[in-house]
């Protein structure tokens, strides 16, 4: 019902349909509806490469498409080593960020990756079904369009293809021949140009936009927050219903990058399919106020902290100062907390002190005699990103603390156009007593990662062992701004294995941590493995240089691969 509900309230087409798509030999041009699978608008100028460029409508869940992929990473691989840029290109109306990224990290899928909004491209260039390959050379000029071979139709599987058109097509661009068949009938999956019509009757501000602003948004749009606006008014909401709803119907916002197949995590902030078509609906209808009786009542959001009455609280010692732009440093101050003897934390929060320029805090333990080096570093307390709120250990367990340990913070800060400050606090809340279990929040770090110059799709693993049965608690990946995606596997003694998160879509700007909604048992022997993806390609619009070797290195322009985990064991062991 839900799924049937959302497919009326996707967002129409931004753009009229084309009356004559392409002929062959036409140049490809005009504005682009085109976003990345990271939300960023694409030029049609961006799919050419310097011999060509190929332009592969897909579908997540068309088995034609699928049968293709196999084929399409060997070409992509044999043909972009000659300049020739592969890009997946996903059309249907109701395809979006989230599943087109899992569905191309499935596919191991090597290149750019684009949602076709309003399916304005596909008509552009006279695109029905999926798979179809389009054709370009460096001008633009469209110069094949059709399928990819002769080996798979919603008919007939061929043990191989005894028509390559697609080969034969990009060898006669790259040998400046004509091509001789400049195109085929392409079988398979027909684009879904679903009507959009709203179909959930009236929706007002007050009884069905404002709980869900406040439960998924008002966390960070609020005053003081992180959000660029606050939305807890009618008056914050109705003038950018637009953009709320463009913005969720995307799954831009809330920021949630989990694939929803694996995993159940107690801080998801993904909105449902009926919150969705709610914004969306909103918005069509015109932003209507409805009855405040009906709404609900406005949140008492805690002005000092969320977690229980804090034992201790710990200050920044001087306000760090943050200029109104460029691209900063860590910072690091190193506390001693004064603890003669061990503690046990059994709540912990992180409370920004200006949350508009504060992007990540680390607080790292340091015990009696452990190198002051960051790359020895492997045990935290409490990091903080936005959105989040407090860190509570699962009961009965704890952090521990030794005694005489120091305190390293870690803040990294992004400029948002003015000169400011910040001056960061942590309130910590101990065990009444020393738990059955110590909570570990540690790391597991390939030092040795090395991305190739250009390399659109590199590959990095990295694994560690549990040496006692466990609880895992939460995972965090993180990398910097070549970061592309992150999977985390359990590898059980029996050698079988487990996905337990997959973010298909690394974002750099939000580094979350992902909380099970209950403690996962591990046996003892059982392997956790990272595998990270890494884009070193100019394609990578964050990428500092596409022209360097990158290697681990605490700064942005460096990268890391750091897998965040933590978990719990019987404090006998854990100690």
Not at 189 to 217: F, K, M, N
Not at 245 to 274: C, I, K, Q
Not at 536 to 553: F, K, Q
Not at 562 to 572: E, I, R, S
Request: proline share 8%.
């Amino acid at each position: 019902m839900i799924a049937a509900l959302l497919l009326t309230l996707l967002p129409q087409a931004t753009a009229p349909r084309v009356e004559e798509p392409l002929v062959v030999g036409e140049v490809l041009s005009g504005r682009s509806a085109l976003r990345d699978v990271r939300g960023s608008r694409r030029s049609y100028e961006e799919l050419v490469g310097a011999a060509g460029g190929v332009l592969l409508f897909l579908g997540v869940d068309c088995p034609l498409a699928n049968l293709y992929l196999p084929r399409v990473r060997e070409l992509a691989t044999r043909f972009g080593e000659r300049g020739v840029r592969f890009t997946g290109v996903y059309s249907n109306e109701n395809e979006f960020a989230p599943e087109i990224a899992a569905h191309a990290s499935d596919a191991d899928l090597p290149f750019l990756i684009v949602r076709d909004t309003g399916q304005r491209l596909a008509d552009l260039v006279g695109v029905e079904r999926t798979p179809t390959a389009v054709v370009l050379d460096a001008a633009g000029s469209l110069r094949y369009r059709g399928r990819i071979d002769d080996r798979y139709s919603v008919a007939t599987r061929r043990p191989s293809a005894e028509q390559q058109e697609l080969l034969a097509a990009l060898e006669a661009l790259l040998a400046d021949r004509p091509i001789a068949r400049a195109e085929t009938d392409a079988d398979g999956c027909l684009l879904d140009r679903t009507p959009l019509e709203p179909g959930i009757g009236e929706v007002t501000y007050h009884r069905d936009v404002a709980p869900i602003l406040q439960s998924r948004c008002q966390a960070c749009h609020r005053e003081g927050q992180i959000g660029p606006f606050p939305l807890e008014t009618y008056a914050d909401a109705a003038r950018r219903s637009r953009m709320l709803a463009e913005v969720t119907v995307e799954r831009r916002m809330p920021p949630w990058h989990a694939d929803p197949r694996y995993g159940h995590f107690a801080n998801d902030r993904s909105l449902s399919a009926a919150e969705i078509a709610v914004f969306r609906a909103w918005a069509l209808q015109g932003a209507p106020r409805g009855d405040a009786s009906d709404g609900p009542k406005p949140p008492a959001w805690p002005e000092a902290w969320n977690v229980s009455t804090p034992d201790l609280v710990l200050t920044v010692p001087e306000a760090v100062p943050v200029p109104a732009e460029g691209v900063l440093d860590y910072h690091y101050v190193r506390m001693d907390p004064g603890f003669t003897e061990d503690v046990w934390v059994q709540e912990a929060q992180i409370r920004p002190g200006n949350a508009r320029v504060l992007h990540h805090v680390l607080v790292y333990i340091e015990p009696p005699g452990a190198s002051r080096g960051f790359s020895r570093l492997s045990r935290a307390l409490v990091n903080w990103v936005p959105g989040t709120v407090s860190k509570v250990n699962p009961s009965g367990s704890a952090t521990r603390i030794p005694a005489g340990s120091k305190l390293l913070w870690e803040l990294h800060y992004t400029p948002n156009g003015q000169a400011t400050t910040d001056q960061t606090s942590m309130a910590l809340v101990f065990a009444d007593e020393p738990p059955e279990r110590e909570t570990t929040f540690g790391i597991f770090a390939d030092f040795w990662i090395k991305v190739a110059p250009g390399s659109s799709h590199h590959r990095e693993e990295h694994t560690m062992q549990f040496r006692g049965d466990s609880r895992l608690v939460s995972l965090r990946p993180h990398m910097h701004l070549r970061g592309k995606s992150w999977r985390y596997e359990l590898v059980h003694p029996d050698g079988t294995s487990q996905t337990l998160l997959n973010v298909p879509n690394w974002d750099f700007n939000w580094q979350t941590e992902y909380f099970f909604a209950e403690p996962i048992p591990i046996a003892e022997g059982t392997m956790l493995r990272a595998i990270a993806h890494f884009d070193n390609s100019p394609l990578n619009l964050a990428n500092p240089d596409p022209a360097a070797e990158v290697r681990y290195g605490r700064q942005t322009f460096e990268e890391m691969m750091n897998g965040w985990v933590k978990y719990d064991l019987p404090v006998a062991r854990g100690r």
